[in-house]
């Protein structure tokens, strides 16, 4: 559709940073230096939970070669106030105790003090002469532990948001949310069949191969100069500038390449704690995680607890549903249970729902945001009640879906009314699809499962600079992730009615470039690409106001077609069109130099739904599970780029695979994390998978030139359910808590048929 | 600050030498596939050595003595053993466990003698060569001895070696027409992950009955387990499902597992015997295409 | 705790460095040579983001001590290229999409030419288990996988 509609939007052309990224010239977090820099290293809590009594730095700072020691006492106390990062919430009174281990060290790595040394081995040996002195406390690492009477407690001071009465107790659970539509209790009186399961799922780590890296120098004028792997360069601005007590604008934050980020790079570990150890050392100071930190101490998405119910009268429409989920925060409050919540049961046209959400916080790092933070857990648990409900309604999975899926016009749980959107469109796409019309092959059996994401929106700002031979520069602010400079210069393209080629686009540090909100909630290619559309636009009404100029007429008789400016109305006829080249040439004549600018703050994202089918094999021996075929559809409103499109869809919907069957983070009974490295946090690896096939529906956002919706997260969202729906039909156990490893699928298998077991 | 040094010993008297001298702070590396991880770590102790043993030629080489039997220098790397021209047909089973120790990369360096001296229950080519009646060359300061392979670990980490000695060279032995070997492990992945549990069979068929066999178990115990018993079940029979049972039986009898990240002791326990039942299949089949 | 001189060939240039007895050849390749093409992703040898080809054989090089590097001949990502021609690889890779972040990219392609040096008919199986060792968190290996069996038919095509 939109191939033909459109020049450039829609093709695949070669991304621009594609020679960099494969000849090595890229340069990423850890390839940046200084002359002079120095190691910075960072001391980390061996204990799960305690109290930090002193802390003598003094001999770490007689070592030679030492230049800087810091610990919390170099950071300004901040005050209890929630500003948002990404998809998430932080509060800077947590995020500088997140940074710095202050009264307490909360979970196990929990930075307490760095140091910068002229050479990794010197910053070693002065982290081993620090000496802490820790009162251990009992610990608490489960969701469900932490929510008891009686259990440890975390923050003296942390009284339950959301509860009325307020609660006069201190207790482990941040807030409480209720989303309510309609009148359950009603609805379930009118159910003919109700479903109910609790479900868990455990913590899992974004994975990204790239660790958290910065360089970061402060000079003798207090101008600060930061390069970071970051998804938000003005985030890392923001929270050293907040952190620090330096003025903003004297920070200038340069993003490097990102090596992977899911949501894990939009918030700060090491960049104020990199700039504290070069303003205290006079020297540029470079910090690099190893694979053990990244595990260790930076957000992992956030394990939980889940409980669905969901009523449906015989023929399947759904009278009522109820869900409520308990999430686990790490140390500080702020997990993604809000969008766990209103996601939950999104998909779904139901007049009576009930959601509650609980934030709890345990012994765990802080969690971050992860692809859809928060719409997995829940996905995973009323997907999998969905399945139940169709098995014994002996219905269809997708008619079941179909019946009552959401469609413009309905009201969500939490709020807003639908515009177009494409979940039915999905839907019957992934019905008429040859995988889903073709017969599981021999042995196998097939699972489905929907997902959605709202999308993202929010603040963008963009330039579009015509060069002395009429090329274009777009300058955008987001980092590019997984190939939106290529979906930024199809646009610009497109609107401009030049070659892609002609078009290079550049991510700009938060010097150069107006304000931009992270890279995240799959906001890039709409918000930011609105931007460039709309600075695109200033820039060819001021071509025409050049051109104009030049033939002596009104602008509004110039018209912009084919990259070039034209006569118009009257005036046809009467001049040659002039090109950008051309234009750019006299440019000097006409007013100076041309360029087009705009900043937004982007409203009418739309929200994303998929649908994912996967044939899988279960080995009743073992419990090991083999993934025949997998298909992810998804509406992504326009497809811009659509190589990379698929790669979103292909990408996450094997994130979700990992998370589905044996990605998890595992304790010991002391609070350590004892699988933080890639071989015991098993992400699936190239033989573990098939190809993925994918199907692209286009439902065009109303609100986007282009019709754009966010595409990155809602291929997360289906694969846990799509997975353990497959499971459940492959060997009649349903699987309720994850991950479906080998060792808890044998396990469920053998008590399921108990002869197995004794044999 | 790093006052480990590192040394590149052409012969193994040097190397012994070296290790000597040491006093115990010697550290052999041959393909660092697990020295380096701990030396990144910050794991290995100051004032260690590193013999580096790849320079010394009996080290590395393979050599085929005809009717099956080979010797294979200790830190032959996995990739070198599957490239040899003869290795596979005669120890299929030794080297698909070789073959196992980690990726493609890893596999370029990566050997049995250091799988075997990293004392991990879980190593993949120790049950496949304690079934294949494997012996170690064993040199020290005292000159050399032959120790079977499942004499060499004492537990997670630690070796029966006396100080000052080093593992030289593996021997595998000259076996009759209609034999074959298999390895089976069971990992939650299909590539990357360490053993569950890990089986070897080795056998000898003749007219359909199983005339002899030895069985190689790891990652259910403390150290890789010789089990004579799921042997004995073996020898005799046709392989039928009883034998294969009783085999079974016998496995899942000699586990000690624990319950850790990689799994339970149930169901290491069950596994050790799907894994015998399998691998015995497996290595029944090929033996009676030799 | 004097450093070690090596002497090697990287990318066939012949190349000295001087390295602590503990450091890896990531290491030198990295902070020493200015080689940093080559990534380090875990620095234990679970996701191939160092590989490197040493002697002609793929290795993980936070895995190699530089001293073990004396006399042996090491090609990096950097090497790939002939000139300002990108390897059929490399090109594939762009063309496919077969990289999003890139950050395991150099390890892919590193991975991706020993294997079809070795075999250049391999099947889909085949080149899921050679490139194991190569974790990519982006991408779900599939258009990483096409690109390299693209290539592979290219280079039948071309031998014929």
């Not at chain 1, 990605?663 to 994390?673: P, R, V």
Request: aromatic residues 6%; proline residues 6%; neutral net charge.
């Amino acid at each position: 559709m939109s191939k033909q509609k459109y020049k450039w939007v829609g093709t695949r052309p070669d991304r621009p940073d594609g020679a960099d990224k494969v000849t090595g010239r890229a340069r990423f977090g850890a390839d940046f230096n200084m002359p002079g820099q120095l190691v910075g290293k960072v001391l980390r809590s061996p204990h799960a939970h305690a109290i930090i009594k002193s802390i003598d730095t003094s001999a770490a700072e007689k070592l030679p070669g030492v230049k800087a020691v810091v610990t919390a006492k170099d950071f300004p106390e901040q005050p209890n106030l929630i500003v948002p990062t990404g998809e998430m919430q932080v509060n800077l009174r947590d995020i500088t105790r997140n940074v710095m281990a202050r009264e307490k060290a909360l979970y196990e790595s929990h930075p307490v003090a760095a140091v910068a040394a002229t050479t990794d081995a010197i910053a070693n040996a002065a982290l081993a002469l620090i000496k802490v002195e820790y009162q251990v406390l009992p610990h608490v690492i489960d969701v469900a532990e932490a929510m008891k009477d009686g259990a440890p407690l975390l923050h003296d001071n942390l009284i339950t948001e959301g509860v009325k009465p307020v609660p006069t107790k201190p207790s482990n659970i941040a807030k409480r949310i209720d989303n309510v539509k309609g009148d359950t209790d009603a609805g379930f009186k009118q159910a003919e069949i109700v479903v109910e399961r609790d479900y868990t799922t455990q913590p899992v780590h974004q994975g990204y191969i790239e660790p958290h890296a910065c360089l970061a120098s402060m000079a003798e004028d207090g101008q600060v100069q930061i390069w970071s792997t970051t998804q938000g360069h003005f985030q890392v601005r923001g929270f050293c500038s907040r952190l620090l007590n330096i003025e903003t604008s004297q920070i200038r934050v340069t993003p490097t390449e990102i090596g992977g980020g899911f949501g894990g790079k939009t918030v700060v570990y090491l960049e104020p704690v990199a700039v504290m150890l070069s303003k205290k050392s006079g020297k540029p100071v470079k910090m690099v995680m190893s694979r053990d930190e990244v595990f260790r101490a930076s957000g992992p998405a956030p394990g939980g607890t889940v409980h669905v119910k969901i009523g449906a009268k015989k023929d399947g429409t759904i009278v009522a549903a109820e869900c409520t989920i308990a999430l686990q925060a790490g140390a500080f409050p702020g997990s993604p249970v809000g969008p766990a919540c209103w996601t939950s049961f999104a998909c779904y046209d139901i007049p009576n729902i009930k959601v509650i959400g609980y934030d709890v916080v345990s012994n765990r790092p802080k969690v971050a945001a992860y692809r859809a933070p928060g719409a997995p857990i829940s996905a995973w648990g009323v997907e999998s009640t969905m399945d139940i409900l169709a098995q014994e309604l002996r219905m269809d999975p997708i008619d079941l879906r179909l019946k009552n899926a959401a469609k413009k016009g309905t009201k969500t749980s939490y709020g807003p009314v639908f515009d177009t959107i494409g979940f039915v469109e999905t839907l019957e796409a992934a019905k008429k699809s040859e995988h889903y019309k073709s017969k599981p092959k021999p042995g196998m059996a097939r699972g489905v499962a929907a997902g959605f994401w709202f999308n993202v929106g929010a603040d963008s700002s963009a330039a579009a600079h015509v060069a002395e031979d009429g090329t274009v520069t777009i300058i955008s602010g987001n980092p590019d992730i997984g190939g939106s400079r290529a979906s930024l210069a199809l646009m610009a393209a497109e609107e401009l009615g030049v070659d892609y080629d002609k078009v290079r686009p550049v991510i700009a540090d938060t010097s150069s470039i107006g304000f931009n909100f992270v890279t995240g909630g799959s906001r890039v290619t709409f918000a930011t690409g609105l931007a460039v559309v709309n600075s695109v636009r200033d820039l060819i009404r001021e071509c025409k106001v050049r051109a104009a100029k030049t033939w002596g007429v009104d602008p509004d008789g110039v018209i912009w077609e084919n990259g070039c400016a034209k006569p118009a109305g009257s005036n046809v006829g009467e001049f040659e069109p002039l090109s950008l080249a051309q234009l750019a040439a006299t440019a000097g004549k006409t007013g100076g130099p041309i360029n087009g600018h705009n900043q937004l703050n982007a409203q009418g994202a739309g929200p994303g739904f998929g649908v994912h089918i996967v044939d899988l094999k279960v080995d009743r021996d073992t419990g090991i599970v083999e993934i025949g075929r997998y298909t992810a559809l998804q509406d992504v409103g326009t497809a811009i780029h659509p190589s990379y499109v698929e790669g979103q869809m292909q990408g996450g919907a094997v994130q979700g695979i990992g998370w589905a069957l044996n990605e998890e983070y595992i304790y010991s009974a002391k609070g350590k994390l004892d699988n933080a490295g890639f071989l015991d946090y098993r992400m699936p690896v190239a033989s573990d998978l098939p190809m993925i096939e994918t199907v692209i529906v286009e439902v065009a956002n109303p609100h986007h030139p282009y019709g754009v919706r966010g595409v990155g997260e809602v291929p997360i969202v289906p694969p846990l359910a799509t997975v353990g729906n497959a499971i459940a039909r492959a060997t009649g156990v349903r699987m309720t808590d994850l991950p479906m490893s080998p060792p808890r699928l044998s396990a469920a298998l053998d008590a399921a048929t108990p002869r197995m077991a004794a044999e | 600050m790093t006052d480990i040094s590192y040394s590149s010993p052409k012969t193994i008297d040097e190397a012994v030498a070296a290790m000597v001298a040491a006093k115990g702070a010697g550290r052999i590396l041959a393909g660092g596939t697990d020295l380096l991880v701990q030396l990144r770590a910050g794991f290995v102790k100051p004032g260690s050595i590193i013999v580096d043993i790849k320079k010394i030629a009996e080290m590395t080489s393979i050599e085929d003595k005809g009717g099956g039997s080979f010797k294979v220098g200790a830190a032959v790397t996995g990739m070198q053993l599957h490239d040899h021209p003869t290795f596979k047909k005669a120890w299929p089973g030794v080297l698909e466990a070789i073959n196992l120790i980690g990726s493609k990369q890893i596999q370029g360096r990566a050997s049995a003698g250091g799988n075997l001296c990293n004392a991990s229950p879980a190593a993949d080519s120790v049950p496949a060569l304690v079934a294949a009646g494997a012996t170690v060359t064993v040199q020290g300061p005292k000159g050399r001895r032959e120790v079977a392979v499942e004499k060499i670990p004492a537990g997670p980490g630690r070796m029966t070696l006396e100080p000052g000695e080093i593992v030289v060279s593996f021997t595998l032995p000259a076996r009759p027409a209609g034999s074959s070997d298999a390895y089976l492990r069971l990992i939650p992945r299909t590539e990357m992950d360490i053993a569950v549990v890990g089986c070897g069979v080795n056998l000898t068929m003749k007219g359909g009955i199983c005339t002899a066999a030895r069985v190689g178990l790891g990652a259910v115990a403390p150290t890789v387990l010789l089990v004579e018993a799921a042997a004995k079940a073996l020898i005799g029979s046709k392989l039928d499902a009883n034998a294969l049972e009783a085999a079974a039986a016998a496995c899942r009898a000699v586990c000690k597992p624990i319950d850790d990240k990689r799994g339970t002791i149930v169901y290491r326990t069950k596994i050790a015997g799907v894994l015998l039942k399998r691998a015995t299949a497996i290595a029944a089949e090929r033996a009676a295409k030799n | 705790m004097s450093k070690l001189h090596v002497t090697t060939t990287i990318n066939g240039e012949p190349t000295e460095f001087l390295c602590e007895p503990t450091q890896a050849v990531l290491d030198v390749l990295r902070d020493q040579l200015g080689l940093t093409g080559t990534k380090e992703g875990c620095g234990s040898g679970d996701c191939g983001a160092c590989t490197i080809m040493l002697d002609g054989r793929m290795v993980c090089s936070c895995l190699v001590l530089g001293a073990e590097a004396e006399g042996k001949k090491i090609e990096t990502i950097e090497g790939m290229a002939q000139g300002d021609h990108l390897h059929a690889l490399q090109k594939k890779f762009i063309e496919f999409a077969a990289l999003q972040c890139g950050i395991c990219t150099p390890g892919f392609l590193m991975a991706s030419r020993a294997l079809l040096e070795r075999n250049n008919n391999p099947t889909e199986t085949e080149v899921r288990y050679w490139l194991a060792g190569n974790l990519c968190r982006c991408t779900g290996y599939d258009k990483i996988v096409r690109a390299v069996m693209e290539v592979a038919a290219d280079m039948r095509g071309a031998a014929r």
